[in-house]
């Protein structure tokens, strides 16, 4: 059983933290900078953006993430989105990584955004943690 594990671990290795480049993290910023309620943070090393707690988008490797409806992962999905893997066979349900196509452009990458923070609002608030 234990050698089972380790060969499952083994072909989900860990992703390499590679560096975005600057235009990736520049139109992440602009497109999150002004989200009424969201709060900068950093997720893996990389700039991401939570609301009431939950995390909204981030930044992984030189991708643009976000989180969204069932509905917008949908119509996501058909320009060219696909769910979000931080590791291979790991998805994060709710967050689909963005085309370049979207990320190259301001106005559909604010858009885009604008969707998830529309669905994260829906969510429950989560309690910040307490250190210690």
Same mark, same amino acid.
């Given at each position: 059983?234990?050698?089972? $594990?380790?060969?499952?671990?083994? /072909?989900?290795? %860990?992703?390499?933290? +590679? =560096?975005?480049? &600057?235009?990736?993290? +520049? ?5 999150? *900078?002004?989200?009424?309620?969201? /709060?900068?943070?950093?997720? @893996?090393?990389?700039? !991401?953006? @939570?609301?009431?707690?939950? %995390?909204?988008?981030?930044? @992984?490797q030189d991708r643009i993430m976000v989180r969204m409806s069932e509905a917008d992962r949908a119509e996501a999905a ?5 769910? @979000? &893997?931080? !590791?291979?066979?790991?998805? %994060?349900? /709710?967050?689909? /990584?963005?085309?370049? =196509?979207?990320?190259? !452009?301001?106005s559909e990458l604010a858009v885009w955004i604008g969707r998830g923070r529309a669905f994260v609002a829906t969510l429950? =608030? $989560? *309690?910040? $943690? =307490? $250190?210690?």
């Amino acid at each position: 059983m234990a050698a089972r $594990k380790a060969a499952k671990a083994a /072909e989900r290795k %860990m992703p390499a933290f +590679t =560096k975005p480049t &600057e235009k990736t993290v +520049t139109a992440f910023h602009d497109a999150t *900078a002004d989200i009424a309620g969201a /709060e900068p943070r950093t997720m @893996f090393g990389y700039p !991401s953006v @939570f609301l009431n707690g939950n %995390m909204l988008a981030c930044v @992984f490797q030189d991708r643009i993430m976000v989180r969204m409806s069932e509905a917008d992962r949908a119509e996501a999905a058909k320009i060219g989105g696909k769910p @979000f &893997e931080p !590791s291979p066979g790991r998805a %994060m349900k /709710e967050y689909m /990584e963005l085309p370049a =196509k979207v990320v190259a !452009s301001p106005s559909e990458l604010a858009v885009w955004i604008g969707r998830g923070r529309a669905f994260v609002a829906t969510l429950p =608030k $989560k *309690a910040k $943690k =307490k $250190k210690g």
